[in-house]
């Protein structure tokens, strides 16, 4: 007669996967990305993952290619007495004349 078989590391791996797949239960419904987002000012800031910081107004923001139009950026100035100053500067006088920014909802914060 065989000895009976002990399951105590398969009811460890069964209570971790039960585990896991509660939270993901809790916590995945909260990440969808097709969320109504409304502002209460007419300009937003956007981060992008590159660390650019653009300024303008924010249209379709919840969907997966975010529009920013009437878009500025700072730049940093520094004179011969060494000093700096930021400039707000309006996107599109630039010479290839581009006066909105699009891009994917990842890479901006």
């Known amino acids: 007669?065989?000895?009976p078989v002990r399951l105590k590391g398969?009811?460890?791996v069964i209570w971790t996967v039960a585990l896991i797949m509660l939270v993901a239960l809790i916590i995945g419904p909260g990440c969808s990305r097709e969320a109504d987002l409304s502002f209460e000012t007419a300009y937003q800031v956007v981060v992008l993952d590159n660390g650019q910081v653009y300024?303008?107004?924010l249209e379709q923001a919840g969907?997966?290619?975010?529009?920013l139009r009437d878009t500025f950026y700072v730049q940093r100035v520094e004179n011969d007495k060494k000093e700096v100053k930021n400039v707000l500067i309006k996107r599109g006088g630039e010479w290839h004349n581009r006066s909105t920014r699009a891009s994917t909802a990842?890479?901006?914060?």
């Not at 969907?63 to 529009?67: G, M, R």
């Not at 990842?106 to 914060?109: A, E, K, L, V």
């Open 1 to 3: 007669m065989q000895a």
């Open 10 to 12: 398969n009811r460890l």
């Open 55 to 57: 300024i303008g107004k």
């Open 63 to 67: 969907s997966a290619y975010p529009l």
């Open 106 to 109: 990842g890479t901006s914060s």
